[in-house]
Each structure stands twice: as structure tokens, then as C-alpha cells.
């Protein structure tokens, strides 16, 4: 079974995700306390992102045998599902990166990661039956404009977006946006806020007691939002 999200691939630079996650890197990569990120050469943005199991021959077959077709890699198995890179590999257990800066204002880890999709049923039949992910929750918001699936991913959500307005189409889905968790959200942002990038104010976000601000520049084109307030799962 898939027990977390191990990795995120992101075009860009490493030292900019320094700078935003207050951590020093090591081998080219970063790790917080429950997702790691690799780096390459290419469009900037989120890439690819890669689930870990116990068992990676067990695992590859089960999708296998759910129509998902596999192709082994140096590091695992490769997949895809309607326009989004997967990967699958044995979890590795690292640490987190050491912290550049305060604990409070530093990034503990991945609240969530956002994937766009223009026909939420085909998600759920996706990460749902063919992946095995827990359904938490799926909610439509009118003042939202969108159709919201949560996906409980280890200790993190694989939030699914469906924008109301665009309606039901056959198009592919895409890797969108980051929400890091961090333990003080005014800190964290009087850190961003001083290296240089355009934060704004906290504000009171979605979930009762948290608060959230959007990092505008210095993630090398990934929509992103710090939160505060919440625990783990």
C-alpha cells in the first residue's frame, strides 16, 4: 500500500526553496519532516511527485493488475494518470534538512499538495480505487468556485480542485500548488518577508483556528501558502 508521499520534483532551483523553507540543503535536495524535493532542469513548477511503500514489487503489481501501467525505474516504478507524473519508491526514513533559521519561522512540513482537475468523478475514481488513497473529504463550495477532494496521504493531503465554472471536461489534470505547514505564520513570514519576497499579511484561512499568507514570488512558479495552527493528521 502507499504509506506517504516520499518526493515532489520541481523545476527550478534548490536555493530558492532554502531561502523559502529555511532549511539547508544537501546532495541537490531538501527534505522536511515528512516530504523531501528534488530538483532539475526544465519548465518551472511542480513536475512529478513520487508515493512510498513498504513493498515495491507488491505494490507495482496491485496497480498493475488496477489497469495502471508501470515502467521500472533507477529509483522504483514511473506511472501516470491522466496528465500527472508519478513515481512510486521504497520510503527511505531520511531526516529533515537542517534548519538555516529559527525553528518557529522555518517550514515543519507538506500540509498539502495541489492537483487541478477537470473532472473530479475520474479523480476519485483514480486516487480512490486505482491508488488506494483515503477519501476524507469532497465538498463544493459556490463561494469557492470549486469543488474540493481531500486525499489523506500520510501524514498530508493530495487536495484535487475542480473549478465549477469550467464545468466537466475529458482534458488532462496538472500539478498546481503547495500549502508548507509552519509553527508561528507571523514569523515565518517576518523571515520570507526580510530575505526579500513578497509575502502578505496572515490572514484567517479555511480551516477553524489556522491562519494562512501567500508567497508570491521565490517558488520558482509553484502557487504557495504557508499555514499555521494545525497539527498532523
Same mark, same amino acid.
Given at each position: ?21 529555511? *532549511? ?9 519532516? %515528512? ?7 526544465? $519548465? ?53 534538512? $537542517? ?19 477537470? %473532472? ?26 470549486? *469543488? ?83 497539527? *498532523?493528521?
Amino acid at each position: 500500500m502507499i504509506t506517504a508521499l516520499d518526493h515532489l520534483v520541481i523545476g527550478g532551483s534548490v536555493a530558492a526553496y532554502e531561502t523559502l523553507l529555511g *532549511r539547508r540543503a544537501s546532495d541537490g535536495g531538501l527534505r522536511t519532516g %515528512n516530504v523531501g524535493l528534488r530538483f532539475e532542469d526544465g $519548465p518551472a513548477g511542480l513536475h512529478s511527485m513520487t508515493f512510498a511503500t513498504t513493498d515495491l514489487d507488491k505494490e507495482a503489481n496491485l496497480l498493475e493488475r488496477r489497469a495502471v501501467k508501470t515502467k521500472r525505474t533507477d529509483d522504483g516504478v514511473a506511472f501516470s494518470g491522466h496528465g500527472v507524473a508519478f513515481g512510486l519508491s521504497v520510503g527511505t526514513g531520511e531526516a529533515a534538512s $537542517p534548519l538555516a533559521s529559527e525553528d518557529a519561522a522555518a517550514v515543519v512540513g507538506l500540509d498539502h499538495v495541489v492537483v487541478r482537475t477537470p %473532472n473530479p468523478e475520474r479523480a476519485i475514481a483514480f486516487y480512490a480505487g486505482r491508488l488506494g488513497l483515503d477519501l476524507r473529504l469532497d465538498r463544493s463550495n459556490p463561494q469557492w468556485g470549486a *469543488r474540493l477532494l481531500f486525499f489523506r496521504c500520510g501524514d498530508l493531503v493530495v487536495e484535487i480542485a475542480h473549478d465549477l465554472k469550467k464545468g466537466i471536461s475529458d482534458g488532462p489534470d496538472h500539478l498546481w500548488g503547495l500549502s508548507w505547514r509552519v509553527p508561528d505564520i507571523a514569523a515565518a513570514a517576518a523571515r520570507l518577508k526580510t530575505a526579500g519576497l513578497d509575502v502578505s499579511e496572515p490572514r484567517d484561512g479555511r480551516r477553524p483556528g489556522s491562519q494562512v499568507c501567500t508567497v508570491k514570488n521565490g517558488t520558482e512558479g509553484v502557487p504557495t501558502i504557508l499555514i499555521g495552527g494545525v497539527g *498532523r493528521w
